[in-house]
């Protein structure tokens, strides 16, 4: 900051030497002219001075001098701190004045009021390596000292007896203090692009960090979904016991239907009765949707807790593909076994859409959403191919996937490993493939 007040001066005392009365002691030939910024309206080129001395009235000049000098340094003092914080403003001022130094006068002049008069402007690259960035603060400070002390000098030297007019002396001061305002205006300036900086790096942090833990969470899902079996679908959820804590969980749920179809390959080890291959329980319903065997009891298809016997016969132990649609427009159903329709029905739950948002599980019967089993009423064996479709599928559609001619996969329901979680010890296994499960029947 002081760099600016300096240069001011540095312009005082040789405008001063030049401009005393005929018979006054002279500016040594080696003093140069230092440019500073001019107000808009200055007069002319350089700086034309009155003829008239001084009137009387004011301090004698050397006691105005020397109070000047202690208040520079009294002010050198003060702003060493805001020198200290603000290195980059010192770095480029002290680099504009020495190019001023360099220059003649007037076009010197011209260029700094130039650059001045643009505003904002950038401050050069930032110095990268502290020590260098110490390095130059001393180098500074002392370059200042030393200006300050033949300042000193020239002012005992040269103007001792001189006498500066008023109005060099108010124009001086207007000068220093528009020197002043801009430098406070840089500084204004370099502390919003600080806080600014900081705040855009701290935005690009979280940015980064946010994109980094999606990319962690994504990288540990697919290990986590990376399949030991040959593709996503080719497995079976083992149950092989009867209790009330072996079951399988489909992770997706159902939304609101007004038909379905409901598919699976299942292999029953347990009789009399196969229990619960699949069960949907949504708040305020636990039986939903339900498929059960219990005991010598026919099959059932449970829809919002009513009841429709299906024509069912799978406790032989051997693998058989089922498939059950219901549509809500009078309650129709159909039940299919091995790729034949073997009944059919309405008035099972006419009208009644199904709830969305429940739970649906895989070997076990739920009386609350997603618990409180039953042992008597668990599945025992093996299934597969678990898909639910939103409409009635056609019965050749429902036959060739059953005789293995298409894998079609449920649109609401598809049967992939990573929707299927395992419970209590159910397993996943790599299932035989279709044809092998068909020769089975």
């Given at each position: 900051?002081?760099?600016?007040?300096?240069?001011?001066?540095?312009?005082?005392?040789?405008?001063?030497?030049?401009?005393?009365?005929?018979?006054?002691?002279?500016?040594?030939?080696?003093?140069?002219?230092?440019?500073?910024?001019?107000?808009?309206?200055?007069?002319?080129?350089?700086?034309?001075?009155?003829?008239?001395?001084?009137?009387?009235?004011?301090?004698?000049?050397?006691?105005?001098?020397?109070?000047?000098?202690?208040?520079?340094?009294?002010?050198?003092?003060?702003?060493?701190?805001?020198?200290?914080?603000?290195?980059?403003?010192?770095?480029?001022?002290?680099?504009?004045?020495?190019?001023?130094?360099?220059?003649?006068?007037?076009?010197?002049?011209?260029?700094?009021?130039?650059?001045?008069?643009?505003?904002?402007?950038?401050?050069?690259?930032?110095?990268?390596?502290?020590?260098?960035?110490?390095?130059?603060?001393?180098?500074?400070?002392?370059?200042?000292?030393?200006?300050?002390?033949?300042?000193?000098?020239?002012?005992?030297?040269?103007?001792?007896?001189?006498a500066l007019p008023s109005d060099l002396r108010e124009m001086l001061q207007r000068r220093l203090g528009?020197?002043?305002?801009?430098?406070?205006?840089?500084?204004?300036?370099?502390?919003?692009?600080?806080?600014?900086?900081?705040?855009?790096?701290?935005?690009?942090?979280?940015?980064?960090?946010?994109?980094?833990?999606?990319?962690?969470?994504?990288?540990?899902?697919?290990?986590?979904?990376?399949?030991?079996?040959?593709?996503?679908?080719?497995?079976?959820?083992?149950?092989?016991?009867?209790?009330?804590?072996?079951?399988?969980?489909?992770?997706?749920?159902?939304?609101?239907?007004?038909?379905?179809?409901?598919?699976?390959?299942?292999?029953?080890?347990?009789?009399?009765?196969?229990?619960?291959?699949?069960?949907?329980?949504?708040?305020?319903?636990?039986?939903?949707?339900?498929?059960?065997?219990?005991?010598?009891?026919?099959?059932?298809?449970?829809?919002?807790?009513?009841?429709?016997?299906?024509?069912?016969?799978?406790?032989?132990?051997?693998?058989?593909?089922?498939?059950?649609?219901?549509?809500?427009?009078?309650?129709?159903?159909?039940?299919?076994?091995?790729?034949?329709?073997?009944?059919?029905?309405?008035?099972?739950?006419?009208?009644?859409p199904i709830k969305p948002g429940g739970v649906l599980i895989l070997g076990q019967e739920q009386d609350?959403?997603?618990?409180?089993?039953?042992?008597?009423?668990?599945?025992?064996?093996?299934?597969?191919?678990?898909?639910?479709?939103?409409?009635?599928?056609?019965?050749?559609?429902?036959?060739?996937?059953?005789?293995?001619?298409?894998?079609?996969?449920?649109?609401?329901i598809p049967w992939v490993d990573n929707n299927v979680d395992v419970f209590g010890g159910a397993t996943?296994?790599?299932?035989?493939?279709?044809?092998?499960?068909?020769?089975?029947?």
């Amino acid at each position: 900051g002081m760099l600016l007040v300096a240069a001011g001066l540095l312009l005082a005392v040789a405008a001063g030497g030049r401009g005393s009365p005929a018979g006054e002691q002279e500016s040594p030939p080696g003093s140069r002219f230092v440019c500073t910024s001019l107000p808009l309206d200055a007069a002319g080129a350089g700086c034309p001075l009155p003829p008239v001395p001084m009137q009387g009235g004011a301090l004698p000049p050397e006691e105005e001098l020397k109070a000047t000098v202690l208040q520079l340094r009294e002010t050198v003092l003060q702003q060493k701190e805001t020198i200290g914080s603000q290195r980059e403003a010192i770095r480029e001022l002290t680099g504009k004045l020495s190019r001023c130094e360099a220059a003649d006068g007037k076009s010197a002049a011209g260029a700094w009021k130039n650059e001045v008069g643009k505003g904002k402007d950038t401050m050069g690259d930032l110095p990268r390596d502290p020590a260098q960035v110490i390095d130059q603060l001393s180098r500074t400070m002392q370059t200042l000292k030393d200006r300050l002390e033949s300042l000193e000098h020239q002012l005992r030297a040269n103007v001792s007896y001189a006498a500066l007019p008023s109005d060099l002396r108010e124009m001086l001061q207007r000068r220093l203090g528009d020197l002043e305002r801009q430098l406070l205006s840089k500084v204004a300036e370099l502390e919003d692009e600080k806080s600014l900086l900081h705040n855009e790096t701290s935005a690009h942090r979280q940015k980064t960090e946010t994109a980094l833990n999606a990319l962690l969470e994504r990288v540990s899902e697919l290990e986590k979904g990376n399949s030991a079996f040959k593709s996503p679908d080719e497995f079976k959820v083992s149950l092989p016991l009867r209790t009330n804590y072996l079951y399988g969980k489909i992770k997706k749920t159902l939304p609101e239907l007004y038909a379905f179809t409901v598919c699976l390959w299942l292999r029953s080890s347990a009789s009399p009765g196969i229990g619960t291959p699949f069960s949907y329980a949504v708040p305020g319903q636990a039986n939903e949707i339900v498929l059960i065997e219990w005991g010598n009891n026919p099959i059932e298809l449970l829809i919002n807790d009513k009841v429709a016997q299906l024509p069912l016969f799978i406790s032989d132990g051997k693998w058989h593909h089922i498939c059950i649609t219901w549509t809500t427009r009078d309650g129709m159903w159909e039940a299919f076994q091995d790729g034949e329709k073997l009944g059919t029905g309405e008035n099972l739950a006419p009208w009644h859409p199904i709830k969305p948002g429940g739970v649906l599980i895989l070997g076990q019967e739920q009386d609350t959403v997603g618990g409180r089993f039953d042992a008597t009423q668990a599945f025992v064996g093996e299934m597969s191919q678990f898909n639910i479709w939103d409409r009635v599928l056609k019965a050749e559609d429902i036959m060739n996937i059953a005789n293995c001619s298409i894998n079609m996969p449920g649109n609401i329901i598809p049967w992939v490993d990573n929707n299927v979680d395992v419970f209590g010890g159910a397993t996943k296994w790599p299932v035989e493939t279709c044809e092998e499960r068909l020769l089975d029947l």
